[in-house]
Each structure stands twice: as structure tokens, then as C-alpha cells.
């Protein structure tokens, strides 16, 4: 539900946050060498099967340390050093494959 006031998301470490990236009401967030992202989950939008529930701040775990985050309506996707990890909706093609299910694991691009 909306808020009228800021809310505070807290995640351990005491790095300061990098990149953030807000898809349709969910956001994803590097913070050090960790992404993290929380919210609106239906089709995996966090990096993981929470039943179609909203989630709290959850770590992605990335094969190599994020350095860029990109949201779109209903997936997200990190940039390493050497790869390109999604996840979320697979309609229209978004992580390489078709279909309309959802595919809360993360899907790897390597050259």
C-alpha cells in the first residue's frame, strides 16, 4: 500500500549504497559489493519464490559482486565484471527465454 510518509529500509553492513534501480513497486540496491532488493514479488521481481508475497530487503546472491542494476516493470538485472545476471517475468523474451511463467531464480548472460 502507499505510504504518505518515507519508509526506512534497513539491510546489514555499514557500506554506503551505490546504484538503485525501481522497477513497478519493487527496487533493487547495490550496497558495497551485495544488491539487495525488496517489495513487489508476483513473478520473482526480488530474485526469489516468495509465494507471490512482498518481500523485505532480500540479498540477490550474484555469482561476482554487482556493479550496475537495471529494473524494468516486473524483472531486474545486474552487470559484473563478466556477466549479466536477471530475473523476474520471462514474458516478451526478458531473460532469454519465452514463455509467461516466472522465474524467481536469476538467469546468467556470459559471453
Request: with cysteine; charged share 15%.
Amino acid at each position: 500500500a502507499p505510504h504518505d510518509a518515507p519508509v526506512v529500509i534497513t539491510v546489514p553492513g555499514t557500506a554506503p549504497w551505490g546504484e538503485v534501480a525501481i522497477g513497478d513497486g519493487f527496487v533493487c540496491g547495490i550496497k558495497g559489493t551485495e544488491l539487495y532488493c525488496w517489495g513487489k514479488n508476483d513473478v520473482g521481481q526480488c530474485g526469489l519464490d516468495s509465494g507471490g508475497k512482498p518481500t523485505g530487503p532480500v540479498k540477490v546472491t550474484l555469482g561476482e559482486p554487482p556493479l550496475r542494476v537495471a529494473a524494468g516493470r516486473d524483472h531486474a538485472c545486474a552487470v559484473g565484471s563478466g556477466t549479466i545476471t536477471c530475473w523476474g517475468s520471462v514474458t516478451a523474451g526478458k531473460l532469454g527465454r519465452f514463455g509467461f511463467e516466472s522465474a524467481p531464480g536469476l538467469v546468467d548472460f556470459m559471453p
